[in-house]
């Protein structure tokens, strides 16, 4: 996680995974390419405003753990929220939609669901009222997932 304010770069081949709130909060202070969401950058203003020193994250709240499974809360935004699973040998997981939608997407691992196995970067979208079971298509490997569901 990189904290608000603090500056930070990708490098070429870094794969990142990115949740934003609907509030635009980037300052750029440089960038190598062209910028293609705005014709500036925010160099004077950014530097006012960083953190030089990234404050000491949190220990994410673990909200399910048992034999070879862990549920971590990663996101907690007022609209959404980003749950980590974490699914280890022949673990298994019941899970549920509910009233909305949600997003899953395979970290590392492989998952089975549905007759259908997805690798490590591969995502789904899953229609409110979906009900399922998590588990890994190589038990060998964790199976790391990010379940992403609206609040409203």
Known sequence: TVPLRVPHSLQHGVRTIE????????????????????????????????LLEAPPQPALPVLQQGEGLRVERV???????????????????D???????ALLMVVAGSLRLGGAAFRAEQAMLLPRGWAGVL??????????????????
């Open 19 to 50: 949740f934003q709130t609907p509030v635009y909060e980037r300052k750029i202070l440089s960038f190598a390419q062209q910028v293609q969401t705005q014709d500036h950058w925010d160099t004077a203003e950014a530097v006012q405003s960083m």
């Open 75 to 93: 996101v907690d935004f007022p609209d959404f929220e980003v749950r980590r699973i974490t699914l280890q040998g022949v673990a298994r997981l």
């Open 95 to 101: 899970l549920e939609a509910g009233q909305h939608y």
């Open 135 to 152: 588990e890994s298509a190589q038990a060998a490997q964790p199976l790391v997932l990010l379940w992403a569901v609206p609040r409203r």
